[in-house]
C-alpha cells in the first residue's frame, strides 16, 4: 500500500540569511499544485521577464507583481532576487491517533507566530503539549 501523500507549493524569495520561503498552499491532488505553480510562475514572468531579471525599476515592478500574486499567495514576499516556486511531495498523516506527546515546550516568545498557528491548526493542546 502507498503512503498518501500531499505537494505542497512554496515559495521562495531573498538568499543567504535573508532568504525567506513559505508554504502557499497544500494540495491533495500534485496536479492542482503544478497547476498552481504553474499560475504563479506565469505571473512572475510576465511581471519580471522569463529570466526574472529583465526589469530596470524594481520598486515599481514588485508592487504591481506582489499585488497581482496575493489572490493566489497571500504570503508572497519579494526582494531584488524577484520570487521563485516549487513543489515538494510530502508524506500525510491523517490521524494522529490520540494523544501524543511532544517534548519540545510550545512558548509563544521562542516558538513565533508561524509556529503556533500551525500548532493550532492541528489543535493542539498548548498547555499539555499534546493533540486534542
Do not use: Q
Request: hydrophobic share 35%; proline share 5%.
Amino acid at each position: 500500500m502507498t503512503e498518501p501523500t500531499v505537494t505542497l507549493v512554496i515559495g521562495t524569495t531573498g538568499e543567504y540569511s535573508d532568504r525567506r520561503e513559505w508554504v502557499v498552499k497544500a494540495y491533495a491532488d500534485s496536479y492542482e499544485a503544478s497547476m498552481l505553480r504553474f499560475r504563479l510562475e506565469s505571473i512572475v514572468k510576465y511581471h519580471l521577464g522569463p529570466d526574472m531579471d529583465d526589469f530596470d525599476e524594481f520598486d515599481e515592478v514588485s508592487e504591481m507583481l506582489i499585488l497581482d500574486l496575493k489572490a493566489l499567495d497571500p504570503g508572497v514576499g519579494v526582494d531584488y532576487n524577484g520570487v521563485r516556486y516549487r513543489t515538494v511531495e510530502v508524506p500525510f498523516v491523517p490521524n494522529l491517533g490520540g494523544n501524543v506527546k511532544c517534548d519540545v515546550p510550545i512558548n509563544d516568545d521562542v516558538a513565533g507566530p508561524d509556529f503556533t498557528m500551525l500548532w493550532s491548526i492541528l489543535g493542539t493542546n498548548k498547555e499539555t503539549n499534546s493533540y486534542d
